[in-house]
């Protein structure tokens, strides 16, 4: 069983917005979560971050126009990207303890 399955990237035009899902195959209620993101040529770098009491931190490329959330009923974490920019263009990936494979989110005119 897959620990961390991420969906939701794709394709989207600067300006437009995508929502990241990360379904975990056991309960996170206790556990603090975040997103990633890597592109190409670049490490990977800490998106949003979720605390199992729901406290958020946020990088600061990201602040204003993201927000992280979850649903500990669903053991799901997501990540809602409003403003996307090229810059942001990446494959993200959920993290609470394991890592998911990830997911691409393109960003382009």
């Known amino acids: 069983q897959v620990p961390l399955v991420e969906s939701g990237g794709g394709l989207v035009q600067p300006g437009g917005s995508l929502r990241l899902s990360c379904a975990a195959s056991r309960a996170i209620f206790s556990i603090n979560a975040s997103w990633y993101r890597q592109a190409p040529g670049k490490q990977r770098e800490l998106v949003a971050a979720?605390?199992?009491?729901?406290?958020?931190n946020y990088a600061d490329s990201v602040k204003g126009r993201f927000t992280i959330s979850r649903d500990n009923a669903k053991n799901m974490v997501y990540l809602l990207m409003n403003s996307l920019k090229p810059e942001d263009t990446a494959v993200y990936y959920c993290?609470?303890?394991?890592w998911g494979r990830g997911t691409q989110v393109t960003v382009s005119s």
């Open positions: 993290n609470t303890g394991y």
């Open positions: 979720i605390t199992s009491g729901g406290s958020t």
